[in-house]
């Protein structure tokens, strides 16, 4: 291991990308909080005329987590974690070195020109996928850029063998290549017939198939951006973290290819009852059963990686904060094969069940490896020990009540109004209208969003404690082997 | 056994790919004809309806809207006909929505009104006590962009031949024949809506935003 600290690893990159997963997560994070309190007190709709409404801000809460905080710290933990495994370092290549910055740059821009055009209500409606196609072909360029970038590293790596983080970043880029490029086919309106507005484009599959296409895209955009990325972050973060190795290398091979065979066949789960053929829609419950094998398999294996040592979760908040991440990922992966199952589905579908369970799976899972994988970094990068232990243990409770409020009171909301929307009275005529199903769920609405807000809270402490520590902490002398020094 | 493999990251890679690309292939390409034929009946939007479309995606209605009708009696009873993949042949994109914070829209134009949408989309609370929606009022002021709705059409027509102009089908034809086509089904909206600056703006010409969002719903069946 002499070689590790032999080498200078380059962190410009790493660096600007970590500043950019927390700047969108304050903003993404921060307009899921204002639109959930919007399903509780709609007057908070008006607070910007046509551009503050819920309709028009909920896709910017989607893509600005997604695509601005959790690609921005898949970017930064790339581009530390790649040097790290492949036993080089970027800055042996001028080349790497260029299109790393030019890749932070244009993904910059990319992003703005993105936030303003989904305010101003220009999208497809896909969900995930609403940019227009100027702005598809530029994440396109974006993410080729990154591709570059993971096999040039590979190419002048001194490390010979994969390490199983690689696996998992060299299938995020290959998986969300394939998803983003079928799902975003459409055709620019003013091209074929020269009217309208030049960024108009109309999609190339209708009705069913685009739903199927959707999807396909949809389900595995959580696949390859929710799940695949954090799993290469906690095999990296967790074992250096604790210094332990990683309990069972068959396990990892097990689940790596697991995952990739079998999440693809679960989009079918989000089109139950509807009109898509109805073996694809079996399909996708059965796989939706199978996908806890892999998935469960990853998180035990990192659970186990922690045999013997669980003190740690007392001394070190960063593995708490992994071993939770570990944990919710059990939950959400068992909780999404149950919904996944026809008969639950009937009574979930279109219920509050379903944004429930995405964020036990984001704020707890995502949320939560993102920033103890970029906490870790911080000490390496700035070469300053972690500003506050004291100030990240109460983010860390404060963040999981948080999720408990927001998971909770979301499955009693989902529950309450999928019997309610099909209960009936004594002589078989439905028991309540529509709005009856909605203003009870107000008070949960309220709950979830307070749920939410403690989240955000949490958020800016961990904003405070990177800033601390990058600006104002005790410098250290050598790099830190294992568990990341921090004052208390 | 395939230690090889992960030493040698273009092989990996390979790998990865075809594992992944599988279920797609499989899953989605041998209905893909046969989900793509329309139903008996189902027409193409015309292009006032396109243009009411596009604001419907403009301003995400299908975040809380969903337009498909599942198989239940609870449904049924509550919205009507269940939903037929046919029904959706010139839905482009589909917009069936993945929650319920409103009711399903597939068959709102069987119950509703011009002018109930109209109270509606200026002030939800007073035709629905309690709701939750936001008013969209920007779409008493906004015009709609009908050149962009025509583009729509005249792809579509173009590249995936569907049926305008045909017997029995909405008619498409130049764009100054459809822009008079516009107009006479814009009129017929306007002349059922209360608002006066609604209708002093259609005699000046303009179409706002909410006379082709209601033309949409109305055509929602």
Known sequence: MQ?????????????CFTYATILFGIIGMLIGVVIAYQLAFPELNYLAGEYGTYSRLRPLHTSGVIFGFLLSGIFATWYYVGQRVLKVSMAESPFLMILGRVHFWLYMILMIIAVVTLFLGIGTSKEYAELEWPLDIAVVVVWVIWGLSIFGLIGIRREKTLYISMWYYIATFLGVAMLYLFNNMEVPTYFVSGY?????????????????????????????????????????????ESGQPVFSYKLSLLS????????????????LYSTVPDWVQTM??????ILILPSWGSAINMLLTMKGQWGQLKSNPLVKFMVLASTFYMLSTLEGPIQAIKSVNALAHFT?????????GTLGWVGFMTMAALFHMAPRMYKRELYSKKLMESQFWIQTTGIVMYFSSMWIAGITQGMMWRATDQYGNLAYSFI?????????YALRATGGLLYLIGFFMFTYNMYKTMTASKAIASEPQNASPMAA | MFHWLERNPFFFAVGVFLVVAYAGVVTILPDFMESARPVTGTKPYTVLEL????????????????????????????YGKYSLSGEYAYDRPFLWGSRRAGPDLMRVGNYRTTDWHEYHMLDPKSVVPGSIMPAYKHMFQNVADIDTAYAEAYTVKTVFSVPYDQPDMPTLGTYDEAKKQVMAEASAIVADMKSPEIKEAFQRGEIKEIVALIAYLNRLK
């Not at chain 1, 296409?213 to 906690?234: D, E, K, L, R, S």
Request: hydrophobic share 45%.
């Open chain 1, 3 to 15: 070689a590790n600290n032999a080498l200078n690893y380059d962190y410009s990159v790493a660096k």
């Open chain 1, 196 to 240: 309208g507005k030049w960024y108009h484009s109309v999609s190339m599959y209708a009705g069913t198939n685009d739903a199927m296409v959707q999807w396909w895209y949809g389900h595995n955009a959580v696949a390859f951006v929710f799940t695949v990325p954090i799993i290469a972050m906690i095999y990296y973060f967790l074992p250096k």
């Open chain 1, 256 to 271: 790596f290819w697991g995952l990739m065979f079998v999440y693809l066949w679960a989009g079918g789960h989000h089109l």
């Open chain 1, 284 to 289: 996708g419950s059965i796989f939706s059963i």
């Open chain 1, 352 to 360: 509050d069940w379903i944004p429930g369970h995405v964020h036990d």
């Open chain 1, 436 to 444: 009856d199903t909605v203003t009870v769920l107000i008070p949960y």
């Open chain 2, 51 to 78: 243009a009411g479309r596009q604001i419907y995606i403009k301003d995400s209605c299908n975040a809380c809207h969903s337009q498909l009708v599942r198989p239940f009696k609870s449904e049924t009873d509550r």
